[in-house]
């Protein structure tokens, strides 16, 4: 599946998701993302390319490392998910990750993840 029929794809499992809490969504095919905007201005990117690397990444604020971001697109982390892991809010490293890039996957459990409130949270 081509990126941005992952994007296009993505844009749809959010809208069914997390319609509650999305302020804004923009579909941007030239930068191959999907800009949110939730209703606390929490700030979501979710970037796929057509070479199957993906990260989907949450932004809190713009102090530095206060977002949290799943993603594949280096493979030097040591984890039993590798490529794909996760990094935590406020941390460099990585732990493992249950995404795999397929937005019927991981966009329906990324929005899971954000309604719980978990990812809010510092560890």
């Known amino acids: 599946?081509?990126?941005?029929?992952?994007?296009?794809?993505?844009?749809?499992?959010?809208?069914?998701?997390?319609?509650?809490?999305?302020?804004?969504?923009?579909?941007?095919?030239?930068?191959?993302?999907?800009?949110?905007?939730?209703?606390?201005?929490?700030?979501?990117?979710?970037?796929?390319?057509?070479y199957g690397e993906y990260s989907y990444t949450i932004v809190f604020s713009k102090t530095e490392l206060d977002r949290c971001r799943y993603d594949n697109y280096d493979d030097r982390w040591e984890v039993y998910s590798r490529p794909h892991h996760f990094h935590s809010r406020k941390r460099l490293e990585a732990i493992s990750s249950k995404m795999t890039g397929n937005p019927d996957h991981g966009i329906p459990l990324l929005c899971k993840i954000i309604q719980s409130g978990v990812i809010y949270e510092i560890k």
């Open 1 to 50: 599946m081509s990126s941005l029929k992952k994007l296009d794809k993505a844009k749809l499992l959010l809208h069914q998701h997390l319609p509650i809490i999305l302020k804004t969504i923009n579909f941007e095919p030239k930068l191959a993302r999907i800009h949110v905007i939730l209703r606390d201005n929490v700030q979501i990117f979710i970037r796929h390319n057509n």
